[in-house]
């Protein structure tokens, strides 16, 4: 499957307002926002597919802009499939910036990557002092009875200038790599910076690195996205 569309931005902005509720600027891409709320600090914000996503040279471009002392959580409004692209691949790229005392909580929904589809996901992350952001991603290879396309995920994410997070993996579900994804066709992601992760993650059943910088990462390898205990580590981050 091939598109059409062209490379568009999707941006959503919140900042303070002393005059009510907060400054939400919404501009749709191939990614729709939707406003759900807002207080004089804060905002919850929907992200709905403009249409079938993701197709052969098609191109995602988000940006997140979270203002001073504000706080923004972005829910998706249905998953995202990778579908094959015929030779033309695909990317989506998030670029997020939170402002001193800023916070974001995102927990996206599974990203699907079928069968022929060949997709570069990137992630970058900059904090200012005090900022907070905790990001939930669930990738799964391919469809039911289905192998997987690639995959090539980028992730970077800095606190004041000093990087917290650089990680990259490539996956193949067609070409499957002992040690890194394997047999496996799900990696569940959480990820905190800005904050310590409490210690009792791991008893979840999770793997969980901590940070050198304040902020930690929560991850579960395995065959269907129901078995991940990653939802109780989402909880507990985020009352953290």
């Given at each position: 499957?091939?598109?059409?569309?062209?490379?568009?931005?999707?941006?959503?902005?919140?900042?303070?307002?002393?005059?009510?509720?907060?400054?939400?600027?919404l501009?749709?891409?191939?990614?729709?926002?939707?406003?759900?709320?807002?207080?004089?600090?804060?905002?919850?914000?929907a992200?709905?597919?403009?249409g079938?996503?993701?197709?052969?040279?098609?191109?995602?471009?988000?940006?997140i802009?979270?203002?001073?002392?504000?706080?923004?959580?972005?829910?998706?409004?249905?998953?995202?499939?990778?579908?094959?692209?015929?030779?033309?691949?695909?990317?989506?790229r998030?670029?997020?910036?939170?402002?001193?005392?800023?916070?974001?909580?995102?927990?996206?929904?599974?990203?699907?990557?079928?069968?022929?589809?060949?997709?570069?996901r990137?992630?970058?992350?900059?904090?200012?002092?005090?900022?907070?952001?905790?990001?939930?991603?669930?990738?799964?290879?391919?469809?039911?009875?289905?192998?997987?396309?690639?995959?090539?995920?980028?992730?970077?994410?800095?606190?004041?200038?000093?990087?917290?997070?650089?990680?990259?993996?490539?996956f193949?579900?067609?070409?499957p790599?002992?040690?890194?994804?394997?047999?496996?066709?799900?990696?569940?992601?959480?990820?905190?910076?800005?904050?310590?992760?409490?210690?009792?993650?791991?008893?979840?059943?999770?793997?969980?690195?901590?940070?050198?910088?304040?902020?930690?990462?929560?991850?579960?390898?395995?065959?269907?996205?129901?078995?991940?205990?990653?939802?109780?580590?989402?909880?507990?981050?985020?009352?953290a």
């Amino acid at each position: 499957m091939q598109s059409n569309a062209a490379s568009r931005v999707t941006r959503v902005s919140v900042n303070a307002n002393a005059s009510g509720n907060a400054r939400v600027e919404l501009r749709a891409g191939i990614l729709i926002p939707r406003l759900i709320s807002c207080t004089d600090q804060s905002a919850d914000v929907a992200l709905v597919a403009g249409g079938a996503l993701l197709l052969g040279g098609d191109s995602i471009n988000i940006e997140i802009t979270v203002g001073a002392g504000c706080r923004l959580a972005l829910e998706d409004i249905g998953g995202m499939v990778a579908y094959d692209g015929e030779g033309q691949s695909a990317s989506m790229r998030i670029q997020i910036r939170l402002q001193a005392g800023a916070q974001l909580s995102w927990a996206t929904l599974p990203f699907v990557i079928a069968d022929g589809a060949h997709v570069e996901r990137v992630l970058d992350v900059t904090l200012d002092d005090g900022a907070v952001a905790l990001i939930r991603e669930t990738l799964v290879l391919g469809r039911e009875g289905e192998s997987g396309g690639r995959v090539v995920t980028r992730t970077c994410v800095s606190s004041k200038s000093v990087p917290v997070l650089v990680e990259q993996q490539d996956f193949d579900g067609g070409s499957p790599i002992w040690g890194h994804l394997g047999t496996e066709r799900v990696m569940d992601t959480v990820l905190l910076a800005g904050a310590r992760a409490p210690a009792s993650s791991a008893d979840r059943g999770a793997v969980v690195l901590n940070f050198e910088q304040p902020g930690g990462l929560a991850r579960w390898l395995g065959r269907e996205t129901h078995l991940s205990p990653l939802d109780a580590v989402w909880q507990e981050w985020a009352l953290a």
